[in-house]
């Protein structure tokens, strides 16, 4: 049986995704701010690199998937920890674990939504990201925004997640050579504590959408099937799946379908 750590697997997709995983006989380490196996703040250098030492005393001899869950919506009401967690705790954590998957040819998943297609995502905030890749800098530039603006809020969250999807893209044939695969999952909209606050304008800007979303009592997608599709992209059946970024289609046929970011 595999190890995998899980970052955010104390709820929602995360914990789902844990339970998938013990179900099937291996190893789980959840890294999560409080009840995980690793508590650590990811928002901050100091606590991504705990984790990442942590993973390293435990597990030296490698890691066969590492799944990057932990994340806040736009209306948490921080603009600093949707950048800060969002975008740039998973990819140091997923950097910091690098040589863990190395020595398994382990993946990593990285979780994004689909919300990356709207146009509501600043493209100098992604590029930023993407290019320069200041943490400082770029959250300089977002503490002057107002927190309190939940469109500000939500633009911030989109952009961290088309960043996402887009440095996923970029790494994954380098890291597919060196025996590690990399693949982002969109989801759906899906009924967890983020969401269950959500407005009825909200829900109803998210069903304009392109992309089908569940909304509606009979048809809201339910965590475990996202977590379905991040224990198959973990595993040794996605073997010959890297770079994709796969849709947890919103409709009754839960297709599934990808998108090329640039």
């Not at 929602?12 to 650590?40: F, R």
């Amino acid at each position: 049986m595999g190890v995998y750590a899980i970052t955010g697997a104390s709820s929602g997709i995360g914990a789902k995704t844990k339970e998938l995983l013990l179900q099937k006989g291996h190893e789980v380490i959840n890294i999560d701010l409080k009840d995980g196996d690793i508590c650590a703040n990811l928002a901050t250098p100091e606590g991504r690199q705990t984790a990442v030492d942590k993973l390293h005393e435990l597990h030296p001899e490698g890691l066969d998937g590492m799944i990057c869950n932990a994340g806040v919506s736009g209306a948490c009401g921080n603009l600093e920890l949707i950048i800060s967690l969002n975008y740039f705790g998973t990819v140091a954590v997923a950097k910091g674990v690098y040589d863990l998957l190395q020595k398994k040819h382990g993946s990593c998943v990285v979780t994004v939504s689909n919300t990356i297609s709207q146009g509501a995502g600043r493209k100098d905030i992604v590029d930023l990201l993407n290019n320069i890749g200041d943490e400082k800098r770029v959250l300089s530039l977002v503490s002057s925004m107002d927190s309190t603006n939940l469109s500000v809020g939500n633009s911030l969250y989109v952009s961290t997640k088309y960043a996402l999807a887009r440095w996923v893209r970029r790494v994954s044939a380098t890291w597919a050579a060196n025996g590690v695969r990399i693949n982002a999952v969109a989801p759906g909209n899906v009924h967890t504590a983020m969401t269950a606050t959500m407005s009825t304008t909200a829900k109803m800007a998210l069903n304009a959408l392109p992309i089908p979303t569940k909304y509606g009592q009979e048809c809201l997608m339910a965590p475990e099937e996202i977590a379905e599709v991040m224990v198959f992209l973990a595993s040794d059946s996605a073997r010959g799946v890297n770079g994709n970024i796969m849709f947890v289609d919103g409709g009754t046929d839960a297709l599934l379908n990808s998108e090329k970011v640039y």
